[in-house]
């Protein structure tokens, strides 16, 4: 289960440079949250950009394939607020449209409409809430913008050097959870279809 909070990133930020942590991240102020001191805005920036930056990536736990879009009453096809990337599935393929973002809906650059008569399918990239990715990747922002925000407001390159190792160790986490979520194959096994290699025990079984 996760333990990060951005409040909690933030003061882990702070530490990596030597400064105190704080207890809240935002001051209300007749109904309007306001960053409680210009640096903490400027490292919240920070997080929230790295964090987005990592996301946008695409990895097992916030990548899906086939993920059906459905045309409005309009037929235009409207692009969820939360999407990072995004692609018509086996679009290399399939060669019968040419899809990009263009504000908030698709664009089809092959029939120069923003009009889909129907449901497509997409490969997309989704952005989700900090407290909600995996512990091996807010590590790993944490200590990218630990980072970044040591470059820009610490002049010690013996601290920055050292954030990045730990920067480094904290990618390699994420990749092996990468690796073992992602039931990857060389086989190219296509989603929804059964595939088990040679297991040497059978061998041995007869």
């Keep these: 289960m996760s333990t ?16 105190s942590p704080v207890s809240r991240i935002y001051n209300d102020v007749d109904g309007t949250l306001q960053y409680i001191n210009p640096e903490i805005s400027f490292i919240h920036q920070i997080l929230k950009e790295v964090d987005t930056d990592v996301q946008n990536e695409g990895w097992v736990w916030n990548t899906e394939w086939n993920y059906e879009l459905a045309p409005d009453a309009n037929e235009e096809i409207k692009i969820p607020d939360n999407v990072l990337r995004m692609d018509v599935s086996e679009g290399q393929v399939y060669r019968t449209t040419d899809v990009v973002r263009r504000g908030d809906k698709l664009y089809n650059k092959l029939d120069h409409t923003y009009k889909f008569p129907k449901t497509l399918c997409f490969d997309i990239v989704w952005k989700f809430d900090y407290e909600e990715l995996p512990s091996a990747f807010q590590r790993y922002i944490t200590l ?39 039931d990857h194959t060389f086989f190219g096994t296509p989603q929804g279809t059964v595939y088990r290699s040679y297991q040497p025990y059978r061998t041995l079984a007869r």
């Design 4 to 19: 990060e909070t951005e409040l909690s990133s933030v003061n882990s930020i702070l530490g990596a440079i030597g400064q």
């Design 144 to 182: 990218r913008a630990s980072g970044r925000a040591a470059t820009q407001l610490v002049s010690n390159p013996k601290l920055v050097e050292l954030l990045a190792t730990q920067e480094a160790q904290a990618r390699a986490a994420c990749m092996e959870y990468e690796c073992n979520q992602g």
